[in-house]
Nanobody
Framework: QVQLVESGGGLVQAGGSLILSCAAS????????MCWYRQAPGKQRELVAT?????????AESVKSRFTISRDNAKNTVIVYLQMNSLKTEDTAVYYC???????????WGQGTQVTVAS
């Protein structure tokens, strides 16, 4: 089992920056890829950014050049970050962290953190 806890959300003005963190605990040795998703009111959850076990990254077109995903693999935990710059009102959403386990073949989810971008 993997537990994920996100933090760092909040209210920011358009054009501003935020950094989200997601700390994994439990069977972190089994984690391969980690992702950030977001879900805006009335919309489906969408994949924002992915980072693989080797550090390879991928981004949704809507956030390329503005968002950066990174990860820190420590002994008993893995932390994934999402640096968000040049924020737009359309970035407003609940942001969720996920982790895929090569051991259980399951995807685990955090509880989400609200990001609100004001105009």
């Amino acid at each position: 089992q993997v537990q994920l806890v996100e933090s760092g959300g909040g209210l920011v003005q358009a054009g501003g920056s935020l950094i989200l963190s997601c700390a994994a605990s439990g069977s972190t040795f089994s984690i391969n890829s980690m992702c950030w998703y977001r879900q805006a009111p009335g919309k489906q959850r969408e994949l924002v950014a992915t980072i693989g076990g080797t550090g390879s990254t991928d981004y949704a077109e809507s956030v390329k050049s503005r968002f950066t995903i990174s990860r820190d693999n420590a002994k008993n935990t893995v932390i994934v970050y999402l640096q968000m710059n040049s924020l737009k009102t359309e970035d407003t959403a609940v942001y969720y962290c996920s982790a895929y386990s090569d051991y259980t073949f399951a995807e685990y989810w955090g509880q989400g953190t609200q990001v609100t971008v004001a105009s």
